[in-house]
């Protein structure tokens, strides 16, 4: 009986390590594996990649819910931050942001594609009275 209790102890330890596993590697904010694969620089990181292969590192390890492109780089939306990836002279700088605070930042590069902090301008169209007038 006791070798029992102790078998089934190891393989709910098992279980809940292979869980926290699963869910440390589904993360949807792409802040801490950025921190790991990137140069830090003061509050932003960098790479000799250009913006375009820097995003779509970022982006085939955590998925963005949109991505904007500009001229001077990829703009990678998140639940929780939105993560900027612009050129330099040597590869790229990329700067991670809280969604409020990277949308105020970004706002001339991500406003006419994202409308507002929550988005709500691109996802509502109106619908009051008078719609469509």
Same mark, same amino acid.
């Given at each position: 009986m006791?070798?029992?209790?102790w078998?089934g102890?190891?393989?709910?330890?098992?279980?809940?390590?292979?869980?926290?596993?699963?869910?440390?590697?589904? =993360?949807? =904010?792409p802040?801490?594996?950025i921190?790991?694969?990137y140069?830090?620089?003061?509050? =932003?990181w960098?790479?000799?990649?250009?913006?375009?292969t820097?995003?779509?590192?970022?982006?085939?390890?955590?998925?963005?819910?949109?991505?904007?492109?500009?001229?001077s780089?990829v703009?990678?939306?998140?639940?929780?931050?939105?993560?900027a990836?612009?050129?330099?002279?040597s590869? =790229?700088?990329?700067?991670v942001?809280?969604?409020?605070?990277?949308y105020?930042r970004?706002?001339?590069?991500?406003a006419?594609?994202?409308g507002?902090?929550?988005?709500h301008?691109?996802?509502f169209r109106g619908g009051?009275p008078?719609?469509?007038?």
């Open positions: 006791k070798g029992a209790a078998g102890g190891f393989l709910i330890a098992v279980g809940a390590l292979i869980a926290a596993l699963v869910l440390a590697g589904t =993360s949807t =904010s802040a801490s594996w921190e790991r694969h140069a830090a620089q003061g509050d =932003s960098t790479t000799t990649d250009d913006p375009l820097a995003a779509g590192d970022i982006a085939d390890r955590h998925k963005p819910v949109d991505r904007a492109v500009d001229p780089g703009f990678l939306r998140y639940p929780d931050v939105i993560v990836v612009l050129a330099t002279g590869g =790229s700088v990329i700067h942001d809280q969604a409020d605070a990277g105020r970004w706002h001339e590069h991500v006419g594609r994202w507002g902090p929550a988005g301008a691109t996802l009051g008078g719609d469509g007038k």
